[in-house]
């Protein structure tokens, strides 16, 4: 379920809540609830602080450098290091090159997988985090490799990439968290935190804090703004839909103490990776034979395609009990060719190729009315005409739930929709046209600003390492 929550990620619990003000500077408590607020650290040495965003699709770091000032306006891509080829954006995948033996990061680690070496590909290892596949493994080469050691290795090369761009060592880091790991559970959603810290303890990171991702967003919004507004931040990332109602201004970015400015923050369990996973359970399972029958008249168990389409299950559709599941099920179909094509993608271990292939066409369907997938490895290959509509009546229920997220944020605030000055969209997923046309008309005299969608996140957080380490 969606919920709503005033809490800033930290370490400290005071309580307030605060109706809208006409200057930053001052604000009077209204009604009490839960606020979870950063304290500021130790003093460090700023130039070996950083901010790092570990995304569900992609992560990035941000760093001030030596002699700016929290106020200045940055704007997001100048606080970002490039990370692989350039860009501030790596690919939250590894791959384990079985033929060279060799583990491949970001955007290499795809060209190897669709290049068709044999290893293991993982992507979405974030959504682990908090669930109990975090203490699973998976196997490459008769070789079993434990989740927390696959996301300890690629939170270790984030860090040393960063370092080598920076030319410097960080020691010091504020991590970006989703308001909600797992939702409507406590006691999970510490358990990824926790594990997020360990992980990142175990890079090399002396003194790790942490901060809600559509707060930082906030504070790379605020820095290239000149005037105070309340904003509706909207971070819709490959995981999870956070938001924020932040009061943000110029006369607001120098403050050590941000609470009186922070109405409320809430988030859903829900980003691209389901929107990806809806559609292509929409679209293109059914030629794998998703809803398909047995000879008893008993649907085809759905488990196969759910893991499918869902970026962190695909290799659990790899296990030798599932292939050998479906040797059965191909006997017994009402439709035995489509099981074939199904048994033939996992026995070619083609499940991460087939979820890029949806993924593209929700990316194209944000600009086009219709995306044709031409889906040359399934046997017989497949052209198939995608719609936009599909798209969007498969994930209309996601689009509810993060509806009601962000009315519960208003309510909680305590603000009217026609209080809000702005909605800033950042995360990827953002690009939905739907969903930013539903977002937008829960607020609808609040104007509409797209930030850097992929970099506003690792700016303010390296902002917010300023802030607690400079």
């Known amino acids: 379920m969606p919920r709503a929550s005033s809490a800033q990620a930290g370490d400290e619990r005071v309580t307030g809540k605060q109706r809208p ?26 130039t070996n602080a950083c901010g790092v965003d570990f995304g569900t699709s992609n992560s990035t770091v941000g760093w001030i450098k030596p002699g700016t000032t929290p106020g200045q306006a940055l704007g997001g891509a100048h606080a970002l290091l490039s990370l692989e080829d350039g860009k501030a954006t790596l690919p939250s995948v590894v791959f384990f090159n079985a033929d060279d033996e060799e583990v491949r990061y970001g955007r290499a680690a795809l060209a190897d997988y669709l290049a068709g ?16 596949l975090m203490d699973g493994q998976t196997e490459v080469a008769g070789r079993a490799l434990p989740f927390r050691v696959l996301l300890a290795q690629f939170i270790g090369e984030v860090k040393r990439r960063a370092e080598r761009q920076a030319g410097r060592g960080f020691e010091h880091a504020v991590f970006g ?43 790379d919004y605020e820095s290239q703004i000149d005037r105070e507004e309340l904003v509706l931040i909207a971070d819709i990332g490959g995981g999870t839909s956070d938001f924020s109602l932040v009061r943000l201004g110029p006369g607001c970015a120098g ?14 369990h829900i980003g691209g990776t389901d929107f990806d996973k809806y559609l292509s359970l929409a679209s293109v399972m059914p030629l ?25 299950t695909i290799n659990q559709a790899y296990t030798r009990k599932s292939i050998v599941q479906l040797d059965d099920l191909v006997r017994d179909a009402r439709e035995p060719a489509k099981l074939a094509r199904l048994q033939q993608l996992i026995e ?9 292939q949806v993924e593209g066409a929700k990316i194209g369907l944000s600009d086009a009315a219709s ?35 962000v009315l ?42 797209e930030g850097d969608l992929f970099g506003s996140i690792g700016a303010g957080l390296a902002l917010d390492a300023q802030r607690k380490f400079g």
């Open 21 to 46: 003000q006409n200057d930053c500077k001052s604000a009077s408590p209204r009604k009490l609830i839960s606020v979870k607020i950063s304290p500021l650290h130790r003093k460090a040495d700023m």
């Open 117 to 132: 070496y044999e290893g293991r590909l993982m992507r979405s290892m974030k959504s682990l985090l908090g669930t109990s």
């Open 177 to 219: 968290r989703p308001v909600f790991f797992i939702d409507d559970n406590p006691a999970a959603d510490k358990l990824a935190e926790d594990t997020l810290l360990d992980v990142a303890r175990g890079a090399g990171f002396r003194e790790v804090a942490f901060q809600y991702e559509p707060i930082a967003a906030a504070f």
């Open 255 to 268: 403050k050590p103490e941000r609470r009186d400015d922070i109405l409320a923050t809430g988030g859903v």
């Open 288 to 312: 794998l034979g998703y809803k398909s029958a047995l000879r008893s008249g008993a649907e085809i168990p759905s488990s196969y395609y759910f893991n499918l389409a869902t970026w962190h």
């Open 348 to 356: 070619e271990r083609a499940g991460h190729w087939l979820a890029m």
């Open 371 to 405: 995306v044709r997938l031409e889906l040359d490895r399934l046997a017989p290959p497949e052209s198939l005409t995608v719609e936009r509509a599909t798209f969007e009546a498969a994930i209309g229920q996601l689009l509810d739930a993060i509806d009601t997220t």
């Open 408 to 449: 519960r944020l208003l309510a909680d605030a305590g603000v009217a929709p026609g209080d809000v000055d702005t909605v800033f969209f950042t995360g990827g997923s953002s690009g939905v046209g739907l969903l930013r046309q539903r977002i937008g008309a829960l607020v609808p005299d609040a104007r509409k600003v």
